[in-house]
């Protein structure tokens, strides 16, 4: 058997379930939101209504703003906690299993947690209450069903700190200390040997595990549908509306969504790529 | 290469589908269809957001028909009818007319409409059961769904009728009509909101609103009619958004789901909650969700009423099942059954006068929960339901001119 | 006061962090009514676990259906995965980049990019409101992590010993088994455990594929919640966290952390 072969075999299973699927399934969401099938006549009226509709310039704004801040806050957080887990201090192991137990609880319990903890008549208000800082539930501040999507961003860091943390110490291990303790060596203070030497050897896994996370809180759907207000939808809550609201006509703008949404996650695809995929060689990790 | 596959996968499904075909059970007699029903199974689809109708349904009403019709019930719990409906949608616009996942759904309104016209709906089989001469089909309340001819295409389970609670403890002495209401909310500023449209219940609220700025519901019977909503929607917009600045946060955001103001209501957010079903107030209550000293009311000038119906989807596979099932849940001891304020509290949707003397007893004996306020009161006031397109107008309304 | 101090303190506030949205959860399951401004529940009960356990609550079923379904899934990645990473991993071959792009794709496109158009194929194929369905579904998040940590693995594997073992006369399968298995086993159960949690935690995607008809633990849970049964949504949410938990003691002591930095998902 040549290696070409082997390796047609050996990927085959793989390419023809997964890639299938993932083509077919862009294909017909391009086909549909086009009208093309079943067979109308192929127009962009659904990119025209999508687009020029106010609603769905503010789900896309808030969908960017939850991804970008929930990204930003939860990628310092991580950097931070990564630090601080690779000192020595009592507790270290205990917070480390924390950490890693988090990473086993699904968003959906971390976003109803999240709402009975800090909603207005939530635990953080009774105790507020509780200390006289407020008298009644609306005094406590709105973290919840909120226009600035606090509470969705807060389930989000609560999820992806972890996540990020774990990529950057398994990436923290493999780098050991060596490089910085050359540079303590030379004169270099504690901050600069952070700045200059090991920033940029975490970079690339942190930027790879950001886009990662920057994905999946723009496309999530269960946490801003349990912590989100009543307008503006984020993204995915309001193409998921689309496709199964009674009325058939604004499915084509359903798929239109999920189209515009793919085209973003490509222009990710290929960020994602450039940061982690080397151009040749053996390493695919 | 998905063709091929796809009609594989038709076939070998169709060869299990026994009753598909509904034009071949309504030429038959009940007793043959009862023995194409024995030893199916059906998947009624319903909203399975409470427990004890969760548990009436698998517990009371599948021993039923698994006692007397050896006939399996699986009930499948949603949260939103407009899925299924959308589903069913899907299934018919891929072929699939005879292999359908839905056997039975629990629908009304907007849904029922839908699925009526897009011919999603098995109809003309009502008549057939024998138990349908319990309906009281000279009720345009229930011949009618929000409006539109019900036709033979589902079968009414229970009435509802729109009321308030509060919790007596807080406000001993609510409003008693939508002028006095909108005045209460005025003068006790973030201690009552809605959910916002399109949600079921928050609609129903906006409504009772538009009625009252219409001076009542007579003139909005019948089909849509345009220039009569221009000119009753500029009314309501503008008494809801003199509203907004004294509603809960101040109306900058509103609860999207009942559950939300239920919740709300529970902690003291604010001062009172609705629902179509009145019995929810006592099962909350049951729960521990809401005070002991819950209270609820209708309004002096109504508050509006409807029917809930079971509906078979054209495609069904077990539709033989599936009526045999309808059936049952017409009897009068499945809806004494379900009257009973410990198992459910709900309205029944036959007329009582024509059940046999011990159901009639039943119905007599039942002590209804106090937090709960009588069917035969609210029934006192009751206004009707326009028709969809209506609705789906006023909600849109809303959306663009109050919820912005 | 000295940075280890610092340090500790910073340790617990993290610790409170990724525990205090449990804690609401944990308290509600047992509660009957838990109203503002009570710290506590007015009465405990246990009437939320008892329905819960039921076999009218659905829980227990649902449980071992997102069992079923994510073991399932997790095998069936490894199936088609390893194969796929000794390719990407062992051999360097044109439009290598491509496919290793096409096969992170589901990792990085949002869920909703996919979903509707995947409910539409499926809803063709006839596999809608399946179990076997949403199986093959959840293989298209799962595969990439899998695919990626086996690549990952077999970038540092020593084709030799399995020469070695060929040369000594053992077949295909005995040399997979005895020598193979056990030198990409400890990436194996990270690449296992990764699939098995991606799949345990799907949400759109099931109830898209599922059509309301496959109930998993989440779809159960948020149709609680979503009725304001908020007692019996904690008792859930504890049951949902559970076997999540206890596969992640049993690999912990397996899983080199090593495996993390392949790849992962949020």
């Known amino acids: 058997m040549t290696d070409r072969t082997r390796i047609l075999l050996l990927l085959g299973p793989a390419l023809v379930l997964v890639g299938g699927m993932v083509l077919s399934a862009l294909g017909l969401a391009l086909l549909r939101s086009l009208h093309l099938f079943p067979v109308v006549a192929p127009d962009l009226s659904a990119y025209a209504t999508v687009l020029g509709s106010p609603g769905f310039l503010a789900s896309l704004a808030l969908s960017v703003w939850i991804a970008t801040v929930s990204t930003a806050l939860a990628a310092a957080l991580a950097l931070a906690l990564a630090l601080l887990l690779r000192r020595g201090f009592p507790g270290r192991g205990m917070v480390a299993v924390l950490v890693q137990l988090n990473l086993t609880v699904p968003h959906v319990v971390g976003a109803i947690g999240l709402l009975y903890l800090v909603s207005q008549s939530g635990a953080f208000a009774r105790l507020a209450h509780a200390a006289g800082l407020i008298a009644r539930p609306g005094e406590f501040p709105a973290l919840t069903h909120d226009p600035y999507a606090i509470g969705i961003i807060l389930t989000y860091i609560w999820k992806e700190v972890p996540f990020i943390t774990l990529i950057l110490l398994a990436k923290l291990q493999t780098l050991g200390e060596g490089h910085e303790q050359v540079a303590r060596s030379l004169g270099a203070t504690r901050w600069q040997a952070f700045r200059h030497v090991l920033l940029p050897q975490l970079a690339p896994a942190l930027a790879a595990a950001s886009a990662l996370v920057f994905a999946f809180a723009f496309g999530a759907y269960e946490i801003p549908l349990i912590l989100g207000a009543h307008a503006p939808e984020a993204l995915p809550v309001a193409a998921w509306r689309a496709f199964t609201d009674v009325d058939l006509t604004r499915r084509p703008q359903a798929f239109a969504i999920s189209v515009l949404v793919a085209g973003l996650g490509i222009a990710l695809l290929l960020l994602y790529a450039r940061l982690t995929l080397p151009q040749r060689g053996r390493h695919a990790g | ?404 | 006061m000295r940075a280890e101090t610092w340090r500790l303190l910073a340790g617990v506030l993290v610790a409170l962090a990724l525990v205090l949205p449990l804690v609401p959860l944990a308290i509600w399951s047992g509660a009957h009514g838990w109203r503002y401004p009570d710290l506590l529940p007015q009465q405990w009960s246990g009437k939320a676990w008892t329905l819960a356990l039921s076999d009218r609550g659905g829980v227990v079923e649902s449980l071992g259906l997102t069992l079923t379904i994510a073991i399932a899934t997790t095998a069936l990645a490894a199936l088609v995965g390893v194969p796929a990473g000794r390719a990407l991993g062992l051999y360097d071959f044109r439009g290598k980049r491509l496919i290793l792009l096409l096969l992170l794709a589901p990792a990085i496109l949002p869920g909703i990019a996919l979903v509707l158009g995947l409910h539409d194929l499926f809803l063709r194929l006839g596999l809608v409101g399946t179990t076997g369905g949403v199986i093959l579904a959840h293989l298209v998040p799962v595969l990439p992590y899998m695919t990626l940590v086996m690549a990952a693995v077999f970038a540092g594997f020593d084709t030799r010993i399995e020469a070695q073992a060929r040369s000594l006369g053992a077949g295909p399968l005995r040399t997979f088994a005895t020598v193979t298995l056990p030198v990409i086993l400890p990436g194996l159960l990270t690449g296992a455990l990764f699939a098995f949690l991606v799949s345990w935690s799907q949400y759109l995607l099931t109830l898209a594929i599922g059509g309301g008809r496959v109930q998993t633990l989440p779809l159960v849970l948020y149709s609680y919640a979503a009725a304001g049964r908020n007692d019996v949504a904690g008792a859930i949410a504890l049951i949902y966290i559970l076997p999540g938990l206890a596969i992640l003691l049993f690999t912990a002591s397996r899983v080199t952390g090593r495996g993390f930095g392949a790849v992962l998902r949020p």
């Open chain 2, 1 to 404: 290469m998905l063709r091929p596959l796809a009609a594989l996968l038709l076939l070998t499904t169709a060869a299990t589908a026994d009753t598909a075909d509904g034009e071949a059970l309504k030429a038959m007699t009940w007793d043959q269809i009862v023995e194409e029903a024995r030893g199916g199974t059906v998947n009624w689809f319903m909203w399975g957001g409470a427990d004890n109708i969760n548990a009436y349904v698998s517990d009371y009403v599948a021993g039923v028909v698994q006692r007397d019709y050896g006939i399996t019930l699986n009930r499948v719990p949603i949260t939103d009818a407009a899925e299924i409906v959308n589903l069913i949608l899907s299934e018919k616009e891929a072929g699939i007319t005879e292999t359908g996942t839905v056997d039975l759904i629990w629908i009304n309104g907007e849904n029922f409409r839908s699925m009526k016209d897009a011919g999603l709906a098995f109809c003309g089989h009502t008549a057939l059961l024998p138990n349908d001469a319990l309906v009281n089909w000279d009720n345009p309340a229930i011949a009618n769904d929000f409006g539109v001819p019900v036709d033979g295409c589902e079968v009414p389970w229970n009435t509802v009728q729109f009321a308030f609670a509060h919790d007596s403890a807080v406000v001993a002495e609510p409003p008693r009509d939508m002028a006095g209401l909108i005045d209460w909310i005025k003068a006790n500023p973030g201690r009552f909101t809605y959910p916002a449209p399109p949600d079921f219940t928050g609609s129903v609220f906006v409504r009772h609103v538009f009625y009252h700025a219409a001076g009542g519901p007579e003139a909005l019977l019948g089909p849509f009619d345009q220039a009569k909503f221009d000119e009753v929607a500029g009314k309501t917009w503008e008494i809801l958004n003199e509203l907004e600045p004294f509603l809960w946060r101040e109306g900058a955001t509103y609860p999207t789901t009942v559950t939300q103001l239920n919740e709300l209501f529970a902690n003291g957010e604010v001062a009172f909650s609705f629902n179509y079903d009145p019995a929810q107030f006592g099962l909350a209550v049951q729960a521990g969700l809401w005070p002991e000293t819950t209270r609820s009311f209708g309004l002096a000038d109504g508050t509006i009423g409807n029917t809930n119906y079971t509906l078979i989807p054209f495609n069904s596979p077990n539709k033989a099942a599936a009526m045999v099932l309808q059936n049952v849940l017409l009897s009068g001891e499945a809806q004494l059954e379900k009257a009973r304020t410990e198992v459910w509290g709900a309205a029944p949707a036959i007329d009582i006068a024509r059940t046999s003397p011990e159901v009639q007893a039943g119905f007599a004996a039942i002590e209804a929960h106090p937090s709960v306020v009588p069917a035969e009161e609210l029934a006192k006031a009751a206004l009707p339901e326009l028709q969809t397109d209506w609705l789906t107008a006023i909600e849109q309304g809303w959306t663009v001119n109050v919820g912005n």
